[in-house]
């Protein structure tokens, strides 16, 4: 009987255990919401951001860091609502990424903006989904980045799409009847792009004469090369970063393959990994990017002069995305009236916004929709070739 | 006619190894050392080199005159190292010396990133000369050419200079035996100093190579190839002169003829594959001897 009894306490106990687990949590979130969006926003908000300082990329990322600080200056300048941004270095690492997303979570930061290149951000995208983090990457170029959950938005497009916009090129612009591809098989921005461009090429009737791939720490691409220069192609595409790039078009031209060399926006930056006295291997460059600063528009003028007059020097287009990623946070925040991640999160997702880096507007998936210039390189100076609507 | 192109890249690539690795070598010949900062004395060449081409330049000077400089301050370097850092711990077990020579490495490679910051620099192309052209469509660059015919010139002389000289005997004298070495009156600190020299002067002849034909410089740039230098040498028998010299070269070919024959995309796997057979079957390297430790 006592042993009985016993049972049925413990029963009823626990019975009071769950429905109480399961009801309070909901109690308290609703009643969260409505205290937070009736009092609106108190002093200033808080973004993280993640960007690659030092490194291999660090062009990026100070460029990114540069753009948005510019914006939440001016931002902040203008009254109204204010923004406290915390700036991580995470030196392009995938594992220095998850542990400075960690700190500034543990700083509880509303929103984040970054990661800067595609792996670390996939990586810190995936940690965002599980956190509901209003998460805005403004260049993390990979499919997989906003793939990872509802929260996750870019301001830039993404690897397919330059793909396709490239391939398209060769083929109009070029007449190209035979390219060749290289890319870093262990760079998902790299594999990605190249991929898109594959099947844009095959689908477009040209024939892709070379498929060739290279690992991250090569420095040696004569190989490959040879093989390319053998095979008579039009057009090769080398999607990666402007420092591998820089070594890849210094080689093409050494083992005399003199045709069109394709890429994406990674090229942005490598006139600089070129010395001065050797530009002339730049010629014949085309490459997909965000904007051009050759562009007349009063916004882009703008944010050219202040970003000139602030950091003296040309903004990439890095920066640019970033500037307008600011902007696009500051629009979302004063949209949502408040800090909850949800109410932020539906804000972000009903963008409109017409800035540097052209109009934008967020798909269901968070991708951007808007323009790509296509730049040439023409001795040591990237100039505007034309515009493609996607 | 491509397998001919193919095999002068090889035979580039596998020059600057058979240079590094020659330095690897030989600091194992002779104090049984694995010398992890070689690499980064590559890296201090091309630092060197970067920093001493518009000096020449504006000085009026040939640019040439960087590889004499970047020799001196390498070899200097490599001295100063062994000084400093390894002749302390000579008596001591060797996973300390190890340990040591992978702290001089880090150490240099976080020196050079703070003198330099991180952020990889061109490479100036003072060796812009006209290739050589063999035919239609058939031209080898000048830097190739540089490169191979350089690497071959030191490396006979090299041989030489370890059999036919005073200080290659007793180089080869304190690689066989320190002490007897010793009592035969040979100067053995003298002699391993020397080694360092030599071995750090290679790497820097190398590095201006390497900067030449892949213009960028960087502060990690020592760790990888050092890396795959360090292996060449494995190959051919680390410790044997020769060795280095083949294996480098044969490293070279191989993964050049990988990339064009096999698979871009596995080319390391495959000239790694190729490496483990051969060490399974020659586990001393291709020209190493089978010496039996002594208890």
Request: with cysteine; net charge negative.
């Amino acid at each position: 009987m006592k042993k009985f009894f016993a049972m049925a306490v413990a029963a009823a106990m626990l019975l009071s255990a769950l429905t109480g687990c399961s009801s309070e949590p909901s109690q308290n979130s609703s009643s969260g919401e409505q205290s937070s969006s009736a009092q609106g926003i108190e002093g200033a908000v808080k973004i993280g951001m993640l960007a690659p300082l030092t490194g291999d990329v660090a062009v990026y990322g100070t460029a990114v860091r540069n753009g948005a600080m510019l914006a939440f200056e001016e931002i902040n300048a203008q009254g109204g609502l204010q923004f406290d941004v915390e700036v991580l270095d995470e030196k392009g690492d995938v594992n220095e990424a998850i542990n400075a997303y960690n700190k500034l979570l543990s700083n509880e930061i509303a929103a984040l903006l970054g990661d800067v290149t595609s792996k670390p951000s996939i990586a810190v995208a995936e940690l965002a989904a599980e956190d509901n983090m209003p998460m805005i990457t403004a260049t993390g170029t990979a499919a997989d980045i906003t793939t990872k959950g509802d929260n996750i938005f870019r301001t830039c497009f993404m690897d397919p799409t330059q793909g396709k916009v490239m391939a398209t090129f060769a083929k109009d612009s070029l007449q190209a009847q035979k390219v060749a591809i290289m890319y870093n098989t262990s760079d998902d921005y790299s594999v990605g792009v190249a991929t898109a461009f594959k099947e844009a090429a095959e689908a477009a009737g040209m024939q892709v004469e070379a498929y060739e791939g290279y690992g991250d720490s090569d420095k040696d691409f004569k190989a490959q090369l040879t093989t390319i220069a053998g095979k008579d192609v039009d057009a090769l595409f080398v999607p990666d970063y402007y420092n591998k790039v820089a070594l890849i078009i210094a080689q093409a031209r050494e083992v005399g393959y003199d045709k069109a060399i394709l890429g994406a926006d990674g090229f942005d930056g490598v006139v600089g990994a070129v010395a001065e006295d050797n530009t002339a291997i730049l010629n014949n460059v085309y490459f997909s990017n965000h904007y051009s600063t050759s562009d007349e528009s009063e916004t882009v003028q703008n944010f050219l002069s202040n970003y000139q007059a602030k950091y003296n020097e040309t903004p990439n287009s890095f920066a640019a995305l970033a500037y307008d990623t600011a902007y696009i946070l500051k629009a979302a925040f004063e949209k949502a009236g408040s800090t909850d991640a949800d109410a932020v999160i539906a804000a972000l997702a009903a963008t409109d916004y017409e800035g540097v880096t052209g109009h934008i507007t967020f798909d269901e998936n968070g991708d951007s929709v808007k323009d790509i210039s296509v730049i040439e390189i023409k001795d040591g100076q990237y100039t505007l070739h034309s515009k493609v609507t996607m | 006619m491509d397998l001919i192109k193919q095999l002068i890249n090889g035979i580039q690539v596998g020059s600057i190894y058979a240079l590094v690795a020659l330095g690897y070598t030989m600091v194992y010949g002779i104090v049984k050392l694995i010398n992890f900062a070689h690499g980064d004395f590559i890296m201090v060449g091309g630092y060197v080199a970067l920093t001493v081409i518009p000096v020449l330049v504006s000085a009026g000077l040939s640019p040439w005159l960087c590889i004499i400089v970047a020799i001196l301050f390498c070899a200097l370097l490599g001295m100063a190292t062994e000084r400093v850092a390894y002749k302390p711990l000579r008596g001591a077990p060797k996973i300390s010396v190890l340990i040591t020579a992978i702290g001089v490495s880090l150490f240099l490679q976080n020196l050079f990133m703070l003198i330099f910051s991180p952020n990889p620099k061109p490479f100036p192309n003072f060796l812009d000369y006209p290739p050589l052209a063999l035919g239609e469509n058939f031209q080898i660059s000048f830097v190739t050419l540089l490169t191979i015919l350089l690497s071959l010139i030191i490396m006979v002389g090299l041989q030489f200079f370890i059999q036919k000289t005073k200080m290659g005997k007793s180089m080869r004298a304190v690689s066989e035996d320190p002490g007897a070495a010793q009592l035969m009156g040979i100067n053995v600190n003298r002699t391993i100093s020397v080694t360092f020299a030599i071995g750090s002067g290679l790497a820097a002849v190398a590095s201006v190579l390497y900067c030449s034909a892949y213009p960028l410089v960087e502060p990690t740039m020592g760790s990888v190839l050092g890396l795959r230098a360090f292996i060449a040498a494995v190959f051919g028998g680390i410790g044997m002169i020769p060795g280095a010299m083949v294996g480098g070269l044969l490293m070279g070919v191989v993964e050049s003829l990988t990339k064009a024959y096999i698979s871009s995309q596995m080319s390391d796997a495959v000239v790694y594959g190729i490496l483990i057979l051969v060490l399974l079957v020659k586990p001393t390297g291709l020209f190493g001897k089978n010496v039996r430790e002594k208890v």
